[in-house]
């Protein structure tokens, strides 16, 4: 039996988490954060084949790359659709980073939904509605592996901004309060969008904002 992969990656410019998820040649990525062009050259490199993508939430720094290797690999990406309104905004955050902007023509987003989902064919996958950094904010659980994806809804340390278009700070701490109730083990592997990994033992721990509402 082929073991699943689940790797880090710190692009350039260093920003963002993105997750890269590997299955024999077939691959996926989460937030893929800066070129296209050297998401391209990693898995040309690796001899990994594109199938899916996946975004934890609309800001720019963690689709920049995902329109366009959608284009290039001809493959779906998918963004919870009450953030498809994200798309387009933020271009500054990408000027300071000069990572071209977006373009207006770019491919539209598959629609995500809470729930369980198979990825790569066999690999589960549960997609949680976070909504509070954004409308559309979402986590991703793999049970099997137990690996939680958060993106900006927690942190090691703390919890993602509110006061961006769409943030809602009642929302974002009920999300933490049902992640916090969802009960998933203390070795739970946390990958956040930004900063430190952590456990979800480490979260009960040293996050005091990870806690039942």
């Given at each position: ?60 720094d963690h ?31 990408l000027d ?9 023509d770019f ?107």
């Amino acid at each position: 039996m082929q073991k699943n992969k689940f790797e880090i990656l710190r692009m350039s410019p260093e920003n963002t988490n993105s997750v890269l998820v590997s299955s024999g040649d077939d691959c996926i990525i989460f937030d893929p954060w800066g070129h296209a062009a050297d998401w391209e050259q990693v898995l040309a490199a690796r001899g990994l084949n594109l199938r899916e993508i996946y975004a934890t939430h609309g800001h720019p720094d963690h689709i920049s790359a995902a329109p366009d290797l959608a284009r290039r690999f001809n493959v779906p990406w998918y963004l919870h659709p009450a953030d498809n309104s994200l798309i387009g905004w933020g271009n500054e955050l990408l000027d300071f980073f000069q990572i071209p902007h977006i373009p207006a023509d770019f491919v539209a987003p598959m629609p995500i939904a809470p729930g369980r989902h198979m990825v790569l064919g066999t690999i589960p996958m549960d997609v949680i509605a976070t909504p509070g950094h954004t409308p559309g904010g979402v986590c991703y659980y793999f049970p099997n592996e137990k690996i939680l994806l958060t993106g900006d809804t927690i942190f090691r340390d703390g919890f993602g901004r509110y006061d961006f278009p769409g943030g809602d700070a009642r929302a974002l701490f009920k999300s933490i309060s049902q992640l916090h109730e969802l009960n998933m083990p203390d070795d739970t592997y946390v990958v956040h969008g930004h900063g430190p990994d952590s456990t979800i033992d480490i979260l009960k721990r040293d996050n005091p904002h990870f806690k039942k509402a």
